[in-house]
């Protein structure tokens, strides 16, 4: 059985700075692209930054220059490093990845989710 386990999250004041974590545990041969999604109230589940297993990353325009997604292959870890936050970007987080368990299957896999919130 593969999970992801997300934390980090938290309460930070507008213009702070939070750090997310997401590993992978269980059967995994592989992990490839991983991702955060945020969904908030309400809303619709909406892509973050996604991060190619080669390190290739990709920002919503909403948290360019101010986000940073990374990983740890080494640790089947994805990190969202958010800074200069702002309340709109309350909302649950989730982890996103596609992680293969043998060489011949791939499956998408998503974490639980973890809560920020963003006060004025």
């Known amino acids: 059985q593969v999970h992801l386990v997300e934390s980090g999250g938290g309460l930070v004041q507008s213009g702070g700075s939070l750090r997310l974590s997401c590993e992978g545990t269980?059967?995994?041969?592989?992990?490839?692209?991983m991702a955060w999604y945020r969904q908030a109230p309400g809303e619709e589940r909406d892509l973050v930054a996604t991060?190619?297993?080669?390190?290739?990353?990709h920002y919503v325009d909403s948290v360019k220059d101010r986000f940073t997604i990374s990983r740890d292959n080494a640790k089947n870890t994805v990190y969202l490093q958010m800074n200069n936050q702002k309340l709109e970007d309350t909302a649950v987080y989730l982890c996103?990845?596609?992680?293969?368990?043998?060489?011949?299957?791939?499956?998408?896999?998503w974490g639980q989710g973890t809560q920020v919130t963003v006060s004025s």
């Open positions: 996103f990845a596609e992680i293969q368990v043998s060489t011949n299957y791939e499956y998408e896999y």
């Open positions: 269980g059967n995994i041969y592989r992990i490839n692209n």
């Open positions: 991060i190619q297993r080669g390190g290739e990353t």
